[in-house]
């Protein structure tokens, strides 16, 4: 197959699915990883689509490679975590270990948790604060304080939760798709992410619909390894998944 096939071929994908992986590529055209990987990135330059770590995105997809401090975050789409998180908190019961990750979405869970039950391990300096004035039990694990997610992240961390096994466990995510997965734009706190999703029985990632159209670079968890809670998804293709929740909808 000549490169302006390959190129037309993966142009249409892209176009219909909205991201694509290496993988997915190499088996529909027949071809080798590293052929498909140079398509891509000659495809990149000519401003086609967008490469990212293991495929590619269209052009209307946002990629975030750097987080935003918390106080910046946190009033955006302030309304739809809310929602998100009122239907999350109502998922805790009084016998549950629970992990909650670092993050604003996940930040308005905690402000919602009404269960003093529970016991609560969490990466994040400001939950444990808010849950310890509720009057719950909480456990920080160690590792380096990251400034701008004030979260425990890195090596030591995920060491410290290899002890643990959760019954049920709340992520935030920076985006989110069906081919992308689960993307974060730092490695340390994506570790994070993953060791404590491995240990945990019941996930859910808690985001709003704005994260449908972002990609980090960094996957920390597939996209069918946990619960999605969202205000809404208007992207068609997802009414097939069984794991998310819309909460408008509701």
Excluded at 55 to 80: P, R, W
Excluded at 82 to 87: G, Q
Excluded at 96 to 107: K, L, N, P, Q, S
Excluded at 195 to 222: G, N, W
Aim: hydrophobic share 35%; aromatic share 8%.
């Amino acid at each position: 197959m000549l490169a302006e096939e390959r190129w037309s071929t993966i142009l249409d994908l892209v176009e219909k699915q909205k991201s694509v992986t290496v993988p997915e590529l190499t088996a529909l055209l027949d071809t080798s990883e590293s052929t498909v990987r140079r398509d891509l990135t000659q495809l990149d330059r000519m401003k086609k689509l967008v490469k990212v770590h293991g495929g590619a995105t269209c052009l209307d997809t946002q990629f975030v490679n750097s987080d935003q401090a918390v106080s910046e975050k946190y009033l955006i789409n302030a309304s739809e975590k809310e929602e998100i998180a009122e239907y999350a908190a109502r998922l805790i019961g009084p016998d549950d270990f629970v992990y909650i990750d670092a993050g604003t979405t996940t930040e308005k869970l905690v402000d919602c948790i009404t269960e003093t039950g529970a016991v609560y391990v969490t990466n994040s300096l400001a939950h444990a604060r808010k849950l310890l004035q509720k009057g719950c039990k909480v456990i920080i694990p160690g590792g380096e304080l990251k400034s701008v997610t004030e979260a425990m992240v890195g090596a030591e961390t995920v060491e410290a939760l290899r002890k643990y096994y959760f019954t049920i466990g709340f992520w935030g995510t920076n985006g989110v798709g069906d081919k992308t997965g689960f993307t974060t734009p730092e490695l340390n706190e994506a570790m994070v992410k993953q060791k404590s999703m491995e240990h945990t029985e019941r996930c859910y990632v808690l985001c709003d619909s704005s994260k449908f159209s972002q990609v980090s670079p960094i996957r920390f968890a597939e996209f069918e390894s946990a619960m999605i809670i969202t205000d809404h998804v208007d992207d068609k293709r997802y009414s097939r998944y069984s794991n998310i929740v819309e909460v408008d909808k509701l």
